[in-house]
């Protein structure tokens, strides 16, 4: 019976790629090592502690967990750096969330398949299947020049990414534990002050919180 599903010959049907090409691709793979390494020595900074220790933090985390647990402790200590600092930081951080999901991840997850091009041509292409809400395929820059280029936007980054760290350590780097727990006191503080209270009888709960206020997010508009 014919599923749809093609008739799969013994030989594996992929011919390689230029050297050049899978030159740069490693290229870009060790330049993000390089970055990802730079984004690692952050967390013995911001969480004030032994660099081998913080291994312990980062070591299982994905890339997009990572970032998101730094762009949040830096801005615990937000008391204590510019707001123009701070927008850097996350500006930075933006960039290289970018970077990897435009480009780590196709590395990472992208898929050579083969197209036809016109009646009697095919071209390989590295793609990359999402299947969320709907499924969609995305065909990604196939050339050398284009992953040269991307290894570049890497170094950059963590060239960029090691100036903040170097800045931040100056700004926090000597904190006591006393000045930590007000400053992040502090910050919890002003971040409940940007909530308003509700008005009227507070909800309630037939759960074992029966009895106490429930709070509840509230969308912006």
């Not at 390089?34 to 299982?60: K, M, S």
């Not at 500006?91 to 992208?110: F, K, M, V, Y």
């Not at 299947?131 to 963590?158: C, D, F, T």
């Not at 507070?202 to 509840?216: A, D, I, Q, T, Y």
Request: glycine share 6%.
């Amino acid at each position: 019976m014919d599923h749809g599903i093609a008739n799969f010959a013994k030989k594996l049907p992929y011919d390689g790629t230029d050297d050049k090409l899978a030159q740069n691709i490693g290229l870009f793979m060790a330049a993000w090592g390089v970055l990802e390494r730079e984004l690692d020595n952050t967390f013995a900074v911001v969480f004030h502690t032994d660099p081998t220790l913080a291994c312990c933090i980062y070591a299982n985390l994905g890339t997009k967990v990572k970032l998101d647990v730094l762009a949040s402790a830096i801005s615990m200590h937000a008391s204590v750096i510019k707001p123009d600092f701070l927008k850097r930081v996350h500006s930075l951080l933006d960039e290289i969330s970018d970077l990897s999901n435009s480009a780590r991840n196709t590395i990472a997850h992208g898929q050579v398949q083969l197209f036809s091009i016109g009646p009697s041509k095919v071209q390989w292409e590295l793609v990359r299947q999402v299947a969320r809400k709907s499924h969609a395929m995305v065909i990604y820059p196939g050339n050398a020049r284009h992953w040269g280029n991307q290894e570049k936007k890497a170094l950059k980054l963590a060239q960029k990414w090691r100036v903040v760290v170097h800045d931040l350590y100056k700004k926090v780097g000597h904190l006591t534990l006393r000045e930590l727990d007000e400053i992040c006191t502090t910050q919890i503080k002003v971040g409940e002050t940007r909530h308003p209270k509700r008005r009227g009888r507070p909800l309630r709960s037939r759960s074992s919180w029966h009895g106490r206020p429930v709070k509840r997010a509230s969308w912006p508009g």
